[in-house]
């Protein structure tokens, strides 16, 4: 049986696409097309023959076969049957200030139909992309006892931009393969957000996506995400709304995250100074 022996426990926009990239070039790597694959939480009924075929391209040289979903560790049965079926997984994260990932994740939400409302309810009600993917002392905790610690490993959104090339190879390492120098493409975090030039048509183009992925079309998809002139229709050239620039969400999402990051900081004896800053 063929399945994956490495996976990301971090959360969306956190710098998955750029880890995706990353590991999606390296000759000893496999990742799936589409980057998502979404097993252990979504598809779970379907059974590990469904979950392997995403990986039936691997050859024999692929050293790491990688899951790149973003939520397994967030979801407590979804690391729980992550555990039971690959026990000897290794986990690496790439952890984001909340407060700019929780406004990033609104954004795309907003764009893509999966959010209409004000930040203060989707918050609370949306997607679990915005409501339960900035837990990160759960998520690694979760980690560290199903998998131990030193099968997890923890990297930082702000180093993927500030030393992409030291990030690369640190994560090469913990997966066992061969260091490479990053290509220019890949040296910064891809975390640009754009306006959604028709949000009703933009949201069709999600739910297509999603049933898409459930049918094992996930290289389609992997295609039409890459694909500079369906980029170029769906999104205008227009930036989001910048975090900086609504004081009033800064310090809404500053309030709700405070004791998480310092519940951070002392679980990783790390300084998160930074990421307790208000507007």
Not at 39 to 49: A, E, K, L, P
Not at 117 to 125: F, N, Q
Not at 180 to 205: E, H
Request: net charge positive.
């Amino acid at each position: 049986m063929t399945l994956p022996n490495s996976f990301y426990g971090g959360p969306p926009k956190a710098g998955s696409s750029w880890i995706f990239a990353l590991l999606d070039a390296h000759p000893q790597i496999f990742v799936p097309r589409g980057k998502y694959v979404q097993f252990f939480t979504d598809f779970y009924d379907r059974g590990t023959n469904w979950y392997e075929s995403f990986y039936a391209g691997a050859r024999p040289d692929h050293v790491a076969l990688c899951d790149l979903t973003t939520d397994y560790l967030f979801v407590p049965e979804a690391a729980e049957r992550l555990a039971e079926q690959i026990p000897d997984a290794r986990i690496f994260f790439s952890l984001r200030d909340p407060v700019e990932r929780d406004w990033s994740a609104y954004q795309h939400l907003l764009r893509t139909g999966q959010a209409y409302g004000p930040l203060e309810s989707e918050i609370e009600t949306g997607h679990r992309l915005l409501s339960g993917c900035s837990a990160y002392a759960d998520a690694i905790e979760r980690s560290w006892r199903l998998f131990g610690r030193e099968r997890t490993k923890i990297l930082w959104f702000d180093d993927i931009r500030d030393n992409p090339q030291n990030v690369a190879d640190t994560l090469h390492d913990f997966l066992g393969v061969a260091r490479r120098k990053i290509s220019p493409s890949n040296s910064k975090a891809r975390n640009v957000a754009r306006v959604a030039r028709n949000r009703r048509l933009t949201a069709i183009l999600k739910k297509a996506a999603i049933a898409m992925r459930s049918v094992g079309m996930g290289q389609v998809l992997g295609w039409m995400k890459d694909n500079p002139s369906l980029d170029r229709i769906l999104f205008s050239r227009a930036s989001v709304p910048r975090l900086k620039d609504c004081p009033a969400a800064w310090t809404f999402l500053a309030d709700r995250h405070e004791e998480e990051i310092l519940r951070l900081e002392a679980l990783l004896s790390c300084d998160l100074t930074k990421w307790r800053q208000r507007p």
